[in-house]
T-cell receptor
């Protein structure tokens, strides 16, 4: 069974700090990794994706992937109150005609002004 | 450039009625995915469709649920004889190709009385 695990939080950080969100996955065949942000009552919004080991930076966001450890993380620099949301880690296992995303339950982030 | 469109945004049904949820993918996208999010639960994959084809329905309940993506018109998720446990947010996502990132619509929130 493919599983994606996240700490449910809530994770509270002060405004301006770095928020670190972590995710582990069970299926070694996983090839693509995504971070979505979901505000309460809204739909998931894609903020980062990463396919190769290492770091990928986009503005204040950095995604980190370590396939050997089956671990992916998201760093948010200079956190803002508007970053307060639930962050969903999603993993895609390609092959056999299926490209579904398997989601973790999400980590709730609260940025304190 | 319109994003993924879903309607209705809110749907109320009584037990035993039918629910029809519609999804129009982003322009240029031919791959559609349906996910369900139960209260306090993560997003769960239901079905993956291309035009006129169901590619992967491994996440669909065996009874009462069906999906289609006709040559013309939106993709439709149909739930027959709804029960209270079907109350959830149903999200549609689309991608231009099967290996690409998925972008979510605003969702349909189904309430079964």
């Amino acid at each position: 069974q493919k599983e994606v695990e996240q700490n449910s939080g809530p994770l509270s950080v002060p405004e301006g700090a770095i928020a670190s969100l972590n995710c582990t996955y069970s299926d070694r065949g996983s090839q693509s990794f995504f971070w979505y942000r979901q505000y309460s009552g809204k739909s998931p919004e894609l903020i980062m994706f990463i396919y190769s080991n290492g770091d990928k930076e986009d503005g204040r966001f950095t995604a980190q992937l370590n396939k050997a450890s089956q671990y992916v993380s998201l760093l948010i620099r200079d956190s803002q109150p508007s970053d307060s949301a639930t962050y969903l880690c999603a993993v895609k296992v390609s092959g056999a005609g299926s490209y579904q995303l398997t989601f973790g339950k999400g980590t709730k982030l609260s940025v304190i002004p | 450039n319109a994003g993924v469109m879903q309607n209705p945004r809110h749907l109320v049904r009584r037990r035993g009625q039918e629910a029809r949820l519609r999804c129009s993918p982003m322009k240029g996208h031919s791959h559609v995915y349906w996910y369900r999010q139960l209260p306090e639960e993560g997003l769960k994959f239901m079905v993956y469709l291309q035009k006129e084809n169901i590619i992967d329905e491994s996440g669909m309940p065996k009874e009462r649920f069906s999906a289609e993506f006709p040559k013309e018109g939106p993709s439709i998720l149909r739930i027959q004889q709804v029960v209270r446990g079907d109350s959830a947010a149903y999200f549609c996502a689309s991608s231009p190709k099967e290996a690409d990132e998925q972008f979510f619509g605003p969702g349909t929130r189904l309430t079964v009385l």
